[in-house]
């Protein structure tokens, strides 16, 4: 086992698991509002402080963990579902009409900052946690179809790729059999890292007030509402920070650490 | 006084031990060779002289170039050396150049390292003359020349500031045969020119009967004889030195056939290549890597096709195998098109089965060897019932064991994967094999393993294949009926055994003279 697999997966897991507590136990109620004990700094009670209505930062983050995990998931998973298999199908008719079609359309989605559109469209549908989710998922597709495409065309022309060719199997059969193996530790580098990218856009989105809507707590709500109290308590912005920070630190550690792990090649050399 | 001089050298690299008391010299103007399989340690003595020894290294030992002792020696010290004391040459010319740099700058830029006394680009003109490039421009890009006038370029860097040795690490490996003998006659014409000490690693005792004047055989890391060429080649002492100079010329018996139906049918095939457009308003233009050409193989029978890079063998190979269309004539395999508008005719497919020539490139990695070669088996209606029972007799057919079918491929060695391609081949029985150089990245004791495994097979299961190959000494013995291709046509074609003692074509000679040869043991 490596260091980086350990310490990425434990931050992640880290994670995971104040994300899933928080639907059993809390420290206290995410939005139970208690005036007199606002703005306190981190201590024994309130292990996180509290913030301008009193309310406990730990228990919030908790159930912000929730918020950003579950949109990075979905948002993840878009792009997975519809990107892998667009970029599967471009490098299997590479050179043809249905790339040229697919590439295309993804420099379309790329020529767009991402952000503003996400904006955008949370504008136009309304702001909410689900509108998110689709606009941060809709640019995650052109990543993961040009990431596919870039990893399968040079397998194209490796000669297991004839063989499998001379045993007659088709374009779509070798794309799943031969191809998706041998790409999935790109793939899995890179959904780590949009995941965190992910993170950071609903993190983004709530803080301009588009993401998840009150009362559920979010990461970067949280940092919206410390901005204008940050000279005075700090850990308001400190705490939800410190989340997304080690947060994005853990999902790409875990990734770099999941791609020497899950070589066959490395794992035999290390025996 | 001897130039260079290696006195128990003992290398490790990570703890694994690589080199063993390797002992060797070398006086000005001498040519030596060390030779020895993959794995031997030849190349890894080169880079040891160089200090270009990956991290983790450890020599022991001593090494002494020109009275310098280059393990004392300090990186700086050793930068001011490399290229103007030693210069060296590498197997792969279109990676030992920078593809965005002009040849002129490459080879100047070692000038204007080491003599910061003459003018670079004079100096590279004068250089790239010596190497024979005279009509080639100093402005011009590696991807501009052919593979042969690359490694001349890379032999003019080498040279570029008069190196007292030259170290080349397989230097024509990489090319073919007719532009191999040319490289090879450079190489000795520069180091009796300049007195220059070349020390050429290769694993081809026939390159280096012709022009080394002693040759140190390794194996394992350690050396098993060293003398001079034409008393280590007339009487080898070491029992390796005499299998290996066996295996180079290792010849295997066929059994014969009798005439029988054609099985594979190739009538005026034309194969043409869509070049990238130049220009917007003009149409694209083709490149006709095939031309016209025709010929039957006959059930049972064993077939070279012989013929230089880019001549169309591949592209040949391809369409045989109805992986693309073809322009112009027919396929036929057992009377049925082996093209049949981009499907798959399975039919046909399953009576044609093909070995590569990477060893490494010709499985995919992330599979288990009984996925691997059965992947046939896709082939067939319905899968056999027998799996199992299949996979050990496939394996042990090809010398391997029932118990490899669990292991991935990367835990096997070059050759015991090529043992792997060819059971993937035959696990369906097919009624043609292509041989796609097929044994033409082995060492010369694994190739005649191979070629032993195919003769063997011809006399177990009346084998037919096409057997495609640069190397005309395999072909010679593992073939009866021999074509000769260049520029996509077929020149010549005949019996094997009288196209090459009685070649009509005046390319075939030009071949059959190019290939190096051992000298005839006595």
Not at chain 2, 77 to 87: K, V
């Given at each position: 086992?490596?260091r ?31 005036i ?104 995650n ?35 799943v ?24 856009a ?13 009362p559920?707590?979010?990461w ?15 850990h ?11 947060t ?13 792990a ?10 | ?32 060779a ?5 794995g ?53 010319p ?23 006394d ?9 250089v ?5 490039l005279?009509?080639i ?10 593979g ?12 570029a500031c ?25 190489l ?51 029992p ?31 194969r ?36 230089e ?16 269309p073809?322009?112009?004539g ?6 049925m098109?082996?093209f049949?508008a ?24 992330r ?54 391609a060819i ?6 029985r097919p ?5 796609d ?7 010369v ?78």
């Amino acid at each position: 086992m490596n260091r980086t697999l350990i310490l990425g997966g434990s931050l992640s897991a880290l994670m995971v698991i104040a994300a899933l507590m928080s639907f059993v136990w809390t420290p206290f109620d995410h939005g139970a509002m208690n005036i007199p004990e606002k703005l306190q700094i981190p201590n024994g009670t309130h292990w996180f402080g509290t913030d301008h209505f009193g309310r406990d930062m730990f228990s919030m983050i908790m159930v912000g963990a929730r918020t950003s995990i579950a949109v990075a998931c979905v948002a993840v998973g878009i792009g997975i579902g519809l990107g892998v298999p667009l970029g599967l199908w471009a490098a299997a008719r590479q050179g043809g009409w249905v790339d040229e079609v697919i590439m295309r359309g993804n420099d379309l989605i790329f020529a767009f900052p991402s952000l503003v559109i996400a904006i955008l469209i949370t504008a136009v549908f309304g702001a909410g946690a689900v509108n998110a989710i689709i606009a941060i998922g809709i640019f995650n597709i052109p990543v993961f179809a040009r990431v596919t495409r870039g990893g399968a065309l040079p397998l194209w022309a490796r000669e297991f790729i004839l063989a499998a060719r001379v045993s007659g199997k088709g374009a779509a059969r070798i794309s799943v059999e031969h191809i998706l193996p041998n790409i999935a530790n790109l793939l899995i580098v890179q959904a780590t890292i949009q995941f965190s990218l992910g993170i950071l856009a609903e993190a983004a989105l709530s803080y301009v007030g588009l993401g998840a809507q009150p009362p559920t707590p979010s990461w970067g709500r949280m940092l919206a509402d410390a901005q204008t109290l940050v000279s005075i308590a700090p850990h308001m912005a400190l705490m939800p920070g410190f989340a997304i920070i080690l947060t994005v630190l853990g999902l790409n550690l875990l990734g770099d650490g999941l791609r020497d792990a899950l070589d066959p090649r490395l794992r035999v050399s290390r025996v | 006084m001897s130039l260079l001089t290696i006195t128990n050298l003992s290398l490790s690299i990570a703890g694994m031990p690589i080199l063993r008391d390797v002992s060797l010299t070398l006086a000005p103007g001498e040519v030596v060779a060390v030779t020895g399989e993959s794995g031997s340690g030849k190349s890894m003595t080169a880079l040891a002289v160089m200090q270009l020894l990956p991290g983790q290294s450890k020599a022991t030992g001593k090494i002494t170039l020109d009275g310098h002792d280059m393990l004392a020696l300090d990186e700086p010290a050793l930068c001011t050396l490399r290229g103007d004391l030693a210069g060296m040459v590498f197997q792969e010319p279109m990676t030992a150049l920078n593809p965005v740099q002009t040849i002129g700058a490459q080879v100047a830029e070692t000038v204007r390292l080491h003599r910061p006394d003459l003018d670079p680009s004079t100096q590279a003109r004068a250089v790239l003359d010596r190497v024979g490039l005279q009509n080639i421009p100093l402005s011009r890009y590696p991807h501009e020349l052919s593979g042969g006038q690359r490694q001349r370029v890379v032999i003019a860097i080498a040279i570029a500031c008069g190196p007292k040795l030259l170290i080349a690490d397989e230097p024509t490996t990489a090319l073919d045969v007719t532009t191999q003998a040319q490289i090879l006659t450079l190489l000795k014409r520069l180091a009796a020119e300049d007195g220059m000490g070349l020390l050429m690693i290769t694993h081809d005792l026939a390159v280096v009967a012709e022009m080394a004047d002693r040759i140190v055989v390794m194996r394992d890391g350690e050396v098993v004889e060293a003398g001079d060429t034409p008393a280590l080649l007339a009487i080898p002492q070491h029992p390796y030195t005499r299998a290996l100079l066996a295996a180079s010329d290792h010849r295997v018996t066929l059994p014969t056939t009798a005439e029988q139906a054609p099985l594979l049918r190739v009538q005026n095939v034309v194969r043409d290549y869509k070049l990238p457009r130049t220009t917007l308003f003009v149409p694209a233009g083709t490149h006709r890597a095939v031309d016209t050409v025709s010929f039957d193989i006959k059930r049972g029978e064993r077939v070279g096709l012989v013929g230089e890079s880019g001549c169309g063998k591949s592209t040949l190979t391809r369409a045989i195998l109805g992986l693309e269309p073809v322009q112009g004539g027919q396929i036929t395999l057992d009377g049925m098109p082996v093209f049949n508008a981009g499907k798959p005719d399975l039919s046909v497919r399953r009576k044609m089965q093909v070995v590569f020539q990477d060893p490494y490139g010709s499985f995919n990695p992330r599979h288990r060897v009984d996925r691997l070669i059965t992947e046939p088996f896709h082939l067939l209606e319905e899968p056999p019932k027998d799996r199992a029972a299949r996979i050990a007799d496939a394996l042990t057919t090809v010398g391997l064991s029932p118990d490899d079918a669990r292991k991935y491929p990367h835990q096997f060695s070059g050759g015991q994967r090529q043992r792997l391609a060819i059971a993937r081949a035959l696990i369906i029985r097919p009624e043609l094999v292509i041989f796609d150089e097929a044994v033409s990245a082995l060492d010369v004791s694994v190739r005649a393993q191979i070629l032993d495994l195919i003769a063997d097979l011809c006399h177990q299961y009346d084998l037919t294949y096409l057997f495609i190959s640069h190397d005309l000494s395999v072909v010679r013995t593992i073939t009866e009926r021999v074509m000769v291709m260049r520029q996509g046509s077929i020149v010549e074609e005949g019996e094997t055994e009288t196209v090459f003692s009685q070649p009509r074509h005046p390319y075939t000679r030009q071949l059959i003279d190019a290939a190096p040869t051992l000298p005839k043991a006595v």
